[in-house]
């Protein structure tokens, strides 16, 4: 993909490559957002195994960019095929971020790879130690904390505003026996290592961004909904998933899952603090999301990521603060150059109102833009393999203390010390 992040009147930009299912087309709407104000990159190539859905999305490119790209379905023909390029945007299933990756890395590519970084922990420092070895940029696409209501709470957070952070409450419980974005490679520990990974790796990020390192962790997991059916896609999403083919079970009407879809665990942080964690897609009754840190002057309502909706702090003896008046307490924050770029400048924002489409357009634009940046700059991304590797073992830890059923410190799941539960998918991918 393009680098070297200059204005859209500069024409110098570099060359680089998508992927074409449901969340790589969410990354080529992210691209036709940045170009609106920085031509970071052209976008000469697009893979993926199933051509139609490669060739959907090129067209897409084409009409908001004014040039379509090449179509591959095969990753290894398009590397040699295609010298121009510079970069690779990895957003395949999970198992395979590191086999694409590594391939990418030793072409002398510079690579930006979907969360969760990689399938298990092992593959994750496969692709640490790639680039270490290519000495090239690998960036994790992390898009929650770049929503500028999440940078606000990490703002008042490090301003003391409700003091030292004691407790974390972070709850996300709903679903059902739908199959999570008709994607059925997301049910299945060794493809995509199913919900509490794959969107529990949000959570982890989030947390670690805001309250810092984890030292251990103790939970109870299970799977709860074994048989899984094709129940179609959310309104927000279905312009970015109806597109693609599904290539597992792509027949059949029910998928066996046999991923954990259900944790609950309590999380210690170096600080002291404690956070208890609840995820789980087998309620079809009700949703429940709750989000909170408590602090020894006060609490924060954390924000949704992409809901417009900011946090709220309630101090003991006063009023909920919101809106303006937060900003009012973090009077030197700014939106870095990108954020202000697509949420109207440089001051911070307390909410906004924009769609889903909207913002995740912008939200995508700004990790692609950053990820330029670092590649132009020598600087290491924001979300870089550290990070990325941070949250997955956040999120590994959860699932190996469920399996064992003893508490687990984080640093033993990052050098892969305990590994239980990704040792059968390690072996099923070939890690």
Known sequence: MGRRGRRRDDDDSQSGVGRCGGVPFRHTYGLIELRKYFDSFRLVAVCDRNESAAEHVAGVAERELGERPAVFDDFDTMLSAVDSLDAVDVAADTA??????????????????????????????????????????????????RDPLCRLAKALLDAGVIGEPRLALDVSVGGGDALMHNTSWRALRSRGGGFILEQGVHNADLLLYYLGEVESVFAETSVLEKTLRRRGISADLQSFYSHR?????????????????????????????????????????????????????????????????????????REPLRGEALLELVPDMTLDEPTAAHFGGSRPIASYGMSFEEVDRALVAIELEDFARAIRTGRRPEVDQEAGMRAVALVYAVLESGETGVPVKLRDVMDGTVAEYQRSVDEENDI
Do not use: W
């Open 96 to 145: 395979s971020h590191h086999t694409i990756a590594e391939a990418a890395l030793r072409a002398g590519l510079h690579v930006i790879v979907e969360k969760p970084m990689g399938v298990t922990l092992k593959a994750c420092r496969r692709m640490y130690g790639a680039a270490a070895a290519a000495g090239r940029t690998l960036a994790i696409a992390e898009n929650y904390r």
């Open 245 to 317: 083919a599904d290539d597992v079970f792509s027949t059949s009407e029910t998928i066996e899952a046999d991923a954990v879809d259900t944790g609950v665990a309590v999380m210690k942080f170096r600080s002291g603090a404690v956070c208890q964690l609840t995820m789980s897609r087998t309620s079809p009754g009700s949703h429940t999301s709750l989000a909170t840190v408590h602090g020894s002057l006060g609490t924060m309502v954390m924000p949704a990521s992409r809901s417009g909706i900011g946090p709220t702090v309630m101090l003991e003896g």
